[in-house]
């Protein structure tokens, strides 16, 4: 059976870190996902934590009775920018670094490279990989990566490309369920393209942004370039969950022990604990079928 994790993310701004493990154990689960957080590893920045935190972190983890799923840094490993990206590899390092001491194995990311200008942002994620990859296969890690909206890549496919040109078993894909419309809309070609490297999935609903002719929703002013896109409960929006289920269980997801299904709902903060357990309840359910 998969690790079935809940984010954490709702609770940022009325928890301090040290009381997201037992916020999470409350709620049911046996596991988190570890998300920017300005104490510890924040969006674009160098972390936070130093290894003291990272003691008292693992500490309350185990007195709460929960595990660290997954570390999941956005950092601008893959920008165009030559000093941004020097500085994101820096920063990556140190992210390897705790992950290590947390005792976990499993790093998920983003691309976070910029689409306007996708093959520069390309050759900037492979010069990366260049220095970072062998810390991370030396560390014996696996490292995830979402083609999220508004990254130099976004379809589903086109990704895997990206990755596979790795030709390393230490980086795998994330399925985020409520990217899929930014992905292509072709979940099944995708998962089952996926196969193996597919090793960590996000579970949250969204509305299909192309339906009604592309006004399902509207942003103004028109032909702009943003990416709209909502982490909802499942069954709230568009997603085709039978087929998410039933894909991962084709490709053999949900026999792993390894895999990790996380609950990424943050569109309902002020129902956070009910969204959370509705969650762990159709994760659950979706695993078993």
């Known amino acids: 059976m998969p690790k079935i994790a809940l984010d954490p993310t709702p609770f940022h701004h009325d928890l301090s870190l040290l009381e997201f493990p037992r916020k999470v154990a409350d709620l049911g689960y046996e596991y988190l996902q570890l998300t920017p957080h300005k104490d510890f590893i924040p969006f674009y920045r160098h972390p936070k934590a130093d290894d003291d935190l990272v003691d008292a972190f693992a500490a309350a983890c185990r007195d ?10 956005v950092l601008r490993w893959s920008g165009p920018d030559r000093d941004a990206r020097e500085a994101a590899v820096t920063k990556w390092k140190r992210v390897i670094e705790i992950t290590k001491r947390l005792g976990v194995d499993t790093i998920n990311t983003e691309f976070s490279g910029r689409p306007e200008r996708a093959e520069e942002s390309e050759d900037a994620f492979y010069r990366s990989m260049e220095e ?74 969204a509305f299909d942004h192309t ?42 997801f949900t026999d792993r022990d390894d895999t990790v299904a996380v609950s990424s709902v943050f569109a309902e903060d002020e129902n956070a604990d009910a969204v959370s357990r509705f969650q762990l309840d159709a994760i659950r359910k979706g695993l078993d079928r």
Request: glycine share 10%; net charge negative.
């Open 64 to 73: 709460a009775g929960v595990q660290v799923a997954s570390v999941l840094p």
């Open 132 to 205: 970072l990859l062998p810390l991370i296969e030396d560390a014996g890690l696996r490292v995830l990566i979402d083609p999220h909206p508004d990254d130099f890549v976004e379809d589903g496919l086109e990704a895997l490309r990206v990755i596979r040109g790795l030709n390393s078993k230490h980086v795998g894909f994330v399925y985020v369920a409520c990217h899929t419309f930014h992905y292509g809309g072709n979940m099944d070609e995708i998962i089952d393209a996926a196969g193996d490297s597919l090793q960590l999935v996000h579970v949250a609903d």
């Open 211 to 252: 339906r009604s002719h592309g006004l399902r929703y509207i942003s103004n002013p028109p032909g702009n370039t943003a990416r709209v896109h909502q982490h909802l409960p499942v069954g709230q929006a568009d997603v085709d969950f039978d087929a998410f289920w039933a894909g991962l269980a084709r490709i053999g």
